[in-house]
């Protein structure tokens, strides 16, 4: 069974090691795959599947990569998500006694890709790590923590789940971070393998991975001592991690993956922040999509986000940054301040923000040069790039020192500048050191400018003279031995040579050494020549070696400087995003929103961001929204479908968020309330790859904003109690609103297609009726988008319809079935779908469709209600809506739908 060459051997000892993985395992020019990996390798690679003799008669699957290729096929795998070990020849095949020494020099997974090439350099590539801790005494807490490798961000946090939550419920408390983090790759104790927390995560993020790594990385201990280590500090207080040890299992463990598959220390990761939930506007997964923030969830794109709209970055860690920026706006008043004041000062400055921008452009992406130094795998063009990047700093912050003036500058300003001071010594070393514009390769030379290095120098001047020599050769011998078309040159077999051709050999001086015959030639040496050559050669061979090294030790001194690189980094993405924030402000015409710390939302002529970009300057009719906590907190909005229901609540939504961000907003002006959560649920989301229905999905969702939402948080409910029967989503939609307006005391706008919702303005004293409405003009119907106070009591129907060309006959038919049920239930909900729309498209013409008796299917087929059907009916009308819990309602309705199952 066993493979019986040693080579195979060594392949199966090396593969056990590493179980999971696809081995890359070098011989020669290429990488090979055996076995199984050849297998996978060759169907998603799409490679030719070969063999190799594995002895006793048997052949090896193998499939081989070529090793100067190897970048594009293992960012496919990778992308693909499978994880790679890439094992390496460590001796000099020519020199190593038997069988070359092999060991695995770097593990690649999704989530710890460093080469730029892989990477998207507009977007952060998270690994993620999380961790269930079960205190003596204490609860049970979550850690999640999650780090860019390539940048060197590292966050870590500790998640409190509910009281009373235990087990896999604790684990879901993480999820919501992990789906905002997004990460490709989340680490996972084997505990946790198998938690619906993690199965959730793999459904709704298919193109991440979930590896499962050793349990004892994840205890606290264990992980505080890798961080310590890591830091070089004695204990991880001065993180703000007392206390908190769910946090530091995450973390840990995670640094210490990250050191294994780098095969190094990742002085990248130079700390750690952490930060809490209360950090940031909660925002739950659902909610992120249907505001669709910085991802479409239809493609994942970014086109038509709040991203597209806001991103006006010039660098990649400015697009990386804002991006950080939308998924988390601030929670903390002083803050959001902060920022406003700075993209204010660049508003006002246009001059300044041009030239500010212009100059970023030039910045190179010194966050993950610095990565990249740090994990040694920078070439010198990085180290050029990034010399350059800080000398760019350098005259922009002369720049902005000059041009500031007097005034004092905003706080974020100001630091941005003392940020970027000269890193001249870095600069410098580089600028001396490296020539300006260096080759790809770092082995073969041509890396290290003249006068850094004597040996260089003595070493460059020995081959410059041994080749002038060379050069001179061919005139000098033509003219010796008056062979007119005596030629040099040189191949790799002999060297140098001197080629004469046949009709000139008579004339060959004694001193020529013949060293090979061509059909019409011949080639000689001279011992003078192979003197010369060996100068030439020797001085190169030398030079490469020495310049690789003179290079690895010019990349440790850059290496030692990486924290001060990043903080540099971080400083110009911090910029951009401000001088992006100040552009789209100028450009499109957004205010300065009021930020206070009291429950309220004003706005005047607010316009969706993205909406309004869609469809061109001043196709959006602006609305205004009042919501305030003493007066009019909850606003019911009617009216007909396409009328801008939905735009109304996204529109709310995404100006609070926006001022949150510290992003001027689309409005005349706003006042904008601190909030510590926004909820945005819709109709429209199907949860279809969860398996779930649509109505569950609206349960669940309610359930969650139900539970968690506060009197500080603005909860936008769109059309709830679309996904069942009316009367199931009327009862659904008017507990659901009591509740809000009772319990929770949020700032809520709520649509519904409902008119008879509107009553309940009367027995609630915070909520408001308004509608949105569409006027008819010579049968032609005008949206008019306007938010306006009271309630809609009638539908457009007639001509969505006719626009709809629905078949006069089922109009006519539609309208009798509805007519009838009305007699039966006079008190039926009216909803303005298409349904009623259909059967008031034949309003004129009701007698002479024949409704009544002459139809046969006509009144009595309300009368054939099942049973089952009566009871549900009659449990409704019974039902005292008004003192039922909103769990008691979804309960009942849960049975009613039973009923009428089990029936049917
Ligand atoms: P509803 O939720 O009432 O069915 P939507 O909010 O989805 O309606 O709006 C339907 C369409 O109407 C939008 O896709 C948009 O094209 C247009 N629309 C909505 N609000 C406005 C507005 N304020 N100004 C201009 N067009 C709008
Ligand atoms: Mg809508």
Redesign the pocket.
């Known amino acids: 069974m066993d493979a019986t060459t040693p080579m195979l051997r060594q392949y199966k000892d090396i593969k056990r090691q590493y179980p999971g993985m696809l081995l890359f395992f070098r011989l020669g020019d290429f990488y090979e795959l055996f076995y199984e990996d050849a297998e996978v390798a060759s169907r998603e690679l799409e490679l030719v599947l070969t063999g190799r003799d594995a002895g006793r008669g048997e052949r090896a699957p193998m499939c081989g990569i070529p090793h100067h290729a190897s970048t594009q096929y293992i960012s496919r795998l990778i992308s693909k998500g499978y994880r790679i070990a890439v094992c390496e020849q460590v001796e000099d095949p020519r020199t190593a006694k038997g069988l070359v020494n092999r060991e695995v020099v770097r593990v690649i997974t999704p989530g710890t890709v460093t080469d730029g090439e892989m990477l998207d350099e507009r977007r952060n590539n998270y690994i993620a790590s999380v961790s269930l801790i079960r205190g003596g005494g204490r609860r049970t807490v979550a850690g999640v923590a999650f780090a860019d490798v390539s940048t060197g961000e590292f966050f870590t946090t500790q998640v409190e789940p509910d009281a009373g939550a235990a087990g896999a419920a604790v684990a879901s408390a993480a999820l919501p971070e992990l789906l905002r983090v997004t990460p490709s790759e989340v680490l996972v104790p084997m505990a946790l393998q198998n938690d619906p927390a993690i199965r959730t995560f793999r459904q709704q993020c298919p193109a991440s991975i979930v590896t499962v790594y050793e349990e004892r990385a994840f205890a606290p201990d264990e992980a505080a001592s890798t961080m310590m280590r890591q830091f070089g500090v004695a204990s991880v207080s001065g993180f703000g991690l007392d206390g908190m040890p769910a946090a530091v299992s995450a973390a840990g463990a995670l640094l210490r993956y990250v050191r294994e598959t780098q095969k190094s220390t990742v002085a990248q990761l130079s700390s750690v922040r952490v930060y809490r939930a209360g950090d940031y506007v909660s925002i739950d997964p659902s909610t992120r999509r249907n505001l669709e923030l910085v991802r479409r969830d239809q493609d994942g794109s970014r086109r038509a986000t709040l991203l597209w709209v806001l991103d006006r970055t010039v660098t990649a860690m400015g697009a990386r940054t804002i991006t950080a920026w939308i998924e988390r706006p601030l929670r903390n008043v002083a803050a959001v301040e902060e920022r406003l004041n700075a993209v204010g000062f660049l508003v006002d400055s246009p001059q300044i923000r041009m030239r500010l921008r212009e100059s970023l452009r030039q910045v190179y992406d010194m966050e993950r040069i610095a990565g990249r130094v740090s994990t040694g795998s920078a070439n010198a063009r990085d180290l050029v790039a990034l010399a350059q990047s800080l000398e760019t700093l350098g005259e922009i912050r002369s720049f902005l020192l000059r041009s500031l003036g007097e005034a004092g500058p905003p706080a974020l300003i100001r630091q941005i500048v003392e940020a970027i001071a000269p890193l001249e010594d870095v600069s410098g070393l580089i600028a001396r050191a490296i020539i300006e514009d260096p080759p790809m390769t770092l082995r073969d030379g041509g890396l290290i400018r003249d006068g850094y290095d004597a040996t260089v120098d003595s070493l460059r001047s020995s081959s410059r003279d041994g080749k002038s020599w060379i050069s001179r050769l061919e005139q000098s011998e033509r003219e010796a031995t008056g062979i007119k078309s005596l030629k040099v040159g040189f191949n790799k077999v002999f060297g140098y040579y001197i080629e004469v051709t046949r009709p000139n050999l008579h004339l060959v001086p004694p001193h020529y050494i013949r060293r090979q015959t061509l059909t019409d030639a011949e080639r000689f040496v001279t011992p003078e020549l192979k003197d010369r050559e060996s100068q030439v050669l020797g001085a190169q061979q030398n030079l490469s070696e020495l310049e690789y090294g003179i290079f690895c030790d010019v990349r440790d001194r850059v290496a030692a400087r990486c924290a001060e690189i990043q903080k540099r980094a971080r400083a110009v993405a911090e910029a951009d995003c401000l001088a992006s924030l100040a552009e789209v402000a100028a450009e499109c015409g957004y205010s300065r929103p009021a930020v206070l710390d009291e429950a309220v939302i004003s706005i005047k002529d607010g316009?969706?961001p993205v909406?309004e970009k869609v469809?061109g300057p001043e196709?959006?009719?602006?609305?205004d929204i009042g919501l305030d906590a003493a007066g009019q907190r909850v606003l019911l909005i009617t009216?007909?479908?396409?009328?801008?229901?939905?735009?109304?609540?996204?529109?709310t939504g995404l100006i609070a968020l926006m001022a949150h961000i510290g992003s001027y907003v689309p409005a005349a002006a706003a006042t904008i309330g601190l909030l510590d959560a926004v909820f945005y649920r819709t109709g429209s989301y199907e949860d279809l790859s969860g398996g779930r229905s649509t109505f569950m999905v609206e349960l669940s969702e309610v359930a969650g904003i139900l539970n968690s939402a506060t009197a500080r948080s603005l909860v936008l409910v769109?059309?709830l109690g679309r996904g069942t029967s009316t009367y199931d989503g009327m009862a659904l939609a008017q507990a659901a609103l009591e509740y809000l307006h009772d319990e929770v005391g949020c700032l809520t706008l709520f649509?519904t297609h409902y008119h008879e919702l509107a009553q309940v303005e009367r027995r609630l004293a915070a909520v408001r009726n308004f509608h949105?409405t569409a006027v008819e003009k010579n049968g032609e119907l005008t949206?008019l988008?306007?938010l306006t106070p009271g309630s809609v009591d009638r539908s457009y129907g007639v001509n969505v319809a006719r626009m709809a060309g629905l078949p006069r006959e089922v109009i006519r038919r539609a309208q009798v079935i509805l007519r009838s049920l009305e007699e039966q239930s006079p008190s039926r909900p009216r909803q303005i779908s298409l349904l009623e729309t259909a059967a008031a498209a034949g309003g004129g013409e009701r007698s002479a469709g024949g409704a009544g008796g002459e139809d046969p299917a006509g009144p009595d087929s309300a009368e054939r209600l099942t049973p089952a059907e009566a009871e549900v009916l009659a449990a409704i009308r019974g039902a005292d809506v008004n003192n039922m819990t909103p769990m008691e309602s979804l309960a009942r309705l849960s049975e009613m739908q039973k009923t009428l199952k089990e029936s049917g």
Request: proline content about 7%.
């Open positions: 316009r969706h909406l469809l196709r959006f009719v602006p609305n009216g007909p479908n396409m009328a801008g229901k939905s735009t109304i609540l996204a529109t769109d059309e649509t949105v949206f988008y306007r």
